[in-house]
Nanobody, 112 residues
Framework: QVQLVESGGGLVQPGGSLRLSCAAS????????MGWYRQAPGKERELVAT???????NYADSVKGRFTISGDNAKNLMYLQMNSLKSEDAAVYYC??????WGQGTLVTVSS
């Protein structure tokens, strides 16, 4: 069983930056792909970025060049560095392991 806990959300002005963290515990060695998804009010949950155990990454077009996903295997942590934030990036951000296990989410608000 894998457990995921996100942190790092908050209020940021447009153009600002935030770094989200996802702490994983449990049967971590069985995870193939980890990722970040987000869900804005009234919208469906959507892909933000994924990363494989080998470090291969994939990004939604809307965040390419602005967001960076990374992992620290030694600390069982995954990060999402978000730069040049826009109002449309505001959402609850979820960490997932293989799209099977999900964290509780962390809220990102982008507003001046």
């Amino acid at each position: 069983q894998v457990q995921l806990v996100e942190s790092g959300g908050g209020l940021v002005q447009p153009g600002g930056s935030l770094r989200l963290s996802c702490a994983a515990s449990g049967s971590i060695s069985r995870i193939n792909v980890m990722g970040w998804y987000r869900q804005a009010p009234g919208k469906e949950r959507e892909l933000v970025a994924t990363i494989t155990g080998g470090g291969l990454t994939n990004y939604a077009d809307s965040v390419k060049g602005r967001f960076t996903i990374s992992g620290d295997n030694a600390k069982n942590l995954m990060y999402l560095q978000m730069n040049s934030l826009k109002s449309e990036d505001a959402a609850v951000y979820y960490c997932t392991a293989d799209l099977v296990v999900w964290g509780q989410g962390t809220l990102v608000t982008v507003s001046s």
